[in-house]
């Protein structure tokens, strides 16, 4: 059975959806004013690991990610760089969905938009004020929080204590409280001047950041969700805000299971502008690969702190292309050896499904993913030694499908045997083996530079040449 870690409980529970058999889950996406950092993508991978995993256990997933078009940051920075809000936000999410192709991060149901969704937020915000949660001042609303006795239950944090100015907008001072927060923002001039403005019941307004989430969370899935996902840092304000919101709307559960994601932190430090350590997304994707930087966020529970440098990646580097060499040789016997059996088949057999349950419990024991990718390497494992000696063709196919079924809930080797080498390079090949066969070695050894220029290599076995794409490539 599941274990999730819930943050509101601070305990692993069992897993259990409101619908059997199926999962609603909502993750903040980004905010779209600049190239997301590796950080950000790393709680993108979480959401992705989530619901690849819960595929693999049978369930039907839904995940809805927002993407956040409108706040200061999109607002301020549109205006640096001479654009309309619109133009400038379309542009940054337009890389966001690139880097999320470079993960293979498999596409979430709907990413809904704040500025398509603020007519919810408007009812929203008129629906808490009929409730005495919020109220209008100076053309803005607030949320009232000493109305909301819950306040503070998923961050546990003591408020007393908390200094007004380190959590709280100072500038914000006609509030009746410091600490309650903007639902909705008064138009500044200069904005309303741009064009980015909302009428309301108050005058011109936009949306705050935090009743998006609540607002477009509700949208997707009714007033209750199984899952939120997010960076351990929206826990608070942000997702106290949702939960103040939402609660404070409807009187029941926002949310069963909150799920929060370490950082990642760079050789042991955090990550910032003034450290000069912040990496983006195609920086490491462009000297690792899209499905390392995945496998090496993987080789981390999610729970932890992620120390990235650049022996942790050639790391995971070397341990990824150890699992893909293994599904090479596997996927070239299935389609060269001869069918035969031999003595360890059975033993084979039987230590596959043994594998299979030690892997669905790593994951079970809240997505433990690191745990799991020892389980893959022991087939690996397993494989290799099949492969020395063992020619069962029913074998090769079901070590190689149990491979498959790992790599494809880790979102690895996805090109892997589906991908097509080019006919130029099988005519290559062709023409060296002739070229062999005449024992001309100084034509084949030209061929065998031509094949490695097209990013591909060609190995002699005593089956015949194998074709390898090039690690460099
Ligand atoms: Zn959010």
Redesign the pocket.
Known sequence: MLQVYNTLTRNKETFKPLKEGEVSIYA?GPTVYNMPHIGNYRTFLLADTVVRTLQYLGYKVKLVM?ITDIDDKTIRDSKAAGMSLKDFTDKYSAEFFKGLDMLNIKRASAYPRATENVDGMIELAQKLIEKGLAYEKGGSVYYRISGFPDYGKLSKLDFDSIRIGASVDVDEYDKDNPRDFALLKASAPEEIERSIYYESPWGKIRPGWHI??SVMAMNSFGPTLDVHI?GVD?IFP?HEN?IAQSEGATGIPFVRHWVHGEHLIVEGEKMSKSKGNVFTLPEIVEMYGGEVVRFMFLSVHYRKKLDYSETFAENAKNNYLKLKETLDNLEFALKNVEDEPGPGDLETLKTLPELENRFREALEDDFNTPKAITVFRELSRTANVYLETGKNMQVLEEIHALYKRFSDTFGIFAKAGGEEVPDEVIRLVEEREEARNIKDWKTSDAIREKIKSLGYIVQDTKEGPKIKKSEES
Do not use: A, M, S
Request: glycine share 12%.
């Open positions: 903040c927002n998006e989430c997010g929206l942000h949702e």
